[in-house]
């Protein structure tokens, strides 16, 4: 099945662009998630308008993509949240929360998408996560949680 994608997806391409997919994957995993769109013939304008959209919030080369990793990775991050006694939060730490806490501890602002965490962050303490600026550059910042 042709599809446009409207979001970044890792190993299948970047929003606007035009991929084959398995019917299967694009009907019951990447359509639901409004991460693609069907492909048709009137559907090139918005692959158009999808392309503006990314260049606009696309961190262009790599030096600029550098730049943005060496502010990202000078900034402490501290993250105020509700927690038990236990040291369990009530609920979770999101990338929103995260891009939140960045800028607020003066650091560029973040896409929420582009931050990876790699388990979910239930607990005080320290943590790592990676933001993808680039294809080629990922930035590795410590996150941590603490109880307000």
Known sequence: ???????????????????????????????PRRVAIRWTKGGEKDVEQIRRARKIHEIATIEQANEVKARIEAV???????????????????????????????????????????APIKTLGSHQVSVRLHADVVAKTDVEVVAS
């Open 1 to 31: 099945m042709k599809i446009i994608l409207t979001n970044e997806v890792s190993g299948l391409g970047a929003a606007g662009d035009v991929v084959e997919v398995r019917d299967g994957y694009a009907r019951n995993y990447l359509i």
């Open 76 to 118: 402490n991050v501290r993250l105020k949240v509700r927690a038990g006694d236990q040291g369990r939060l009530f609920g979770s730490v999101t990338p929103a929360d995260i891009a939140g806490a960045v800028k607020e501890a003066g650091g560029p602002e973040i896409d929420k998408r582009r931050i990876e965490v790699g």
